[in-house]
């Protein structure tokens, strides 16, 4: 069974400014994707960015990028100049490509203030 | 917003009794996916219809149950409600299977068991 640790439950940042949120997972599958979500109060979970496990290459989606490190098993979220509707929780998620069904970590409170 | 709906949004029950709780799937999307996520955790996986078939599981009893109808959209039928299953629950609709297919989510539903 895959496993998804989101290790802080909480951060803060200032507008404009660049947080990272961190992730590591387990598995012993080797082709899989990743993904990082983002539900806002409104409790809609919305897709931020996806990463497949087979590509070396990082993704970026506008201001959000990934560090995608295999073999530490590691899938951080970098977000560059915050912004005040990027408050939210931030779920990373493993998808075993056998089953097309999400693991979610607990998720980090991103709290961005002005 | 996802072109996914649910309802209710709100629904408060009594411990045993028993809930259903839709989900309609974004137009042309075949798949259905079921979360429960209880307070400040991630969301877990209940189980997944494809073509009005169940296809996957998680780890939750019996007593959760589902259906698919031809128009894709979906129930999630819970018997013999106990405290526990206070949560909010998700619904995700895709088109066909695997990561390459974007998952949409719903608003969700919170329930609540006392």
């Known amino acids: 069974a895959q496993t998804v640790t989101q290790s802080q439950p909480e951060m803060s940042v200032q507008e404009a400014e660049t947080v990272t949120l961190s992730c590591t997972y387990d598995?012993?599958?080797?082709?899989?994707?990743l993904f990082w979500y983002k539900q806002p109060p409104s409790r809609q979970m919305i897709l931020v960015i996806r990463?497949?496990?087979?590509?070396?290459q990082n993704a970026t989606e506008n201001r959000f990028s990934v560090n995608f490190q295999k073999a530490a098993k590691s899938f951080s979220l970098k977000i560059s100049d915050s912004q005040l509707g990027d408050t939210a929780m931030y779920f990373c998620?493993?998808?075993?490509?056998?089953?097309?069904?999400?693991?979610f970590g607990k998720g980090t409170m991103l709290l961005v203030s002005p | 917003e996802t072109g996914v709906t649910q309802s209710p949004t709100h629904l408060i029950k009594t411990r045993g009794q028993q809930v259903t709780l839709r989900c309609s799937s974004q137009?042309?999307?075949?798949?259905v996916s079921w979360y429960q996520q209880a307070l400040g955790q991630g969301p877990q996986f209940i189980f997944q219809?494809?073509?009005?078939?169940?296809?996957g599981r998680g780890n939750f009893p019996p007593r959760f149950s589902g259906l698919q109808f031809p128009n894709y959209s979906s129930e999630l039928n819970v018997n013999a409600l106990e405290l526990d299953d206070s949560a909010l629950y998700l619904c995700?609709?895709?088109?066909?299977?695997?990561?390459?297919?974007?998952?949409?989510f719903g608003q969700g539903t919170r329930l609540t068991v006392v």
């Open positions: 995700a609709s895709s088109l066909g299977q695997g990561a390459s297919t974007e998952a949409f």
């Open positions: 598995t012993s599958e080797n082709n899989y994707y």
């Open positions: 990463q497949e496990a087979y590509k070396q």
């Open positions: 998620a493993f998808m075993d490509l056998r089953y097309s069904t999400l693991t």
């Open positions: 137009s042309g999307h075949n798949t």
């Open positions: 219809y494809y073509r009005e078939e169940e296809n």
